[in-house]
């Protein structure tokens, strides 16, 4: 992730928290970049970060890429995944 200043009167971004439930459950990690942008990232899964205009844009957009790149890793491997759940940070 790009390196982050604090943005004023913005609230700094907690750490990660993970729900305890069966399945693979993948944390994402939202913060506010100075121009206003949103950067949502799953530092599980290489590569699944992306920007959004607001932090729900930036949440459906992480969820979707990250569908995405288990959708690969399920077709590679050609055995099914547990439950996929999100805990957001």
Not at 8 to 26: E, M, N, Q
Not at 28 to 50: C, K, N, S, T
């Amino acid at each position: 992730m790009p390196h982050k200043k604090p943005v004023a009167g913005k609230k700094k971004s907690t750490p990660p928290a993970t729900a305890r439930k069966s399945g693979l459950v993948f944390t994402v990690e939202l913060d506010r970049e100075e121009d206003g942008r949103w950067i949502a990232e799953i530092p599980q899964l290489a590569g699944v970060m992306v920007y959004g205009e607001s932090r729900e844009d930036a949440l459906v957009r992480v969820q979707a890429l990250a569908y995405r790149v288990l959708a690969d890793r399920i077709e590679q491997e050609r055995a099914p995944q547990p439950e996929v759940r999100f805990a957001v940070a």
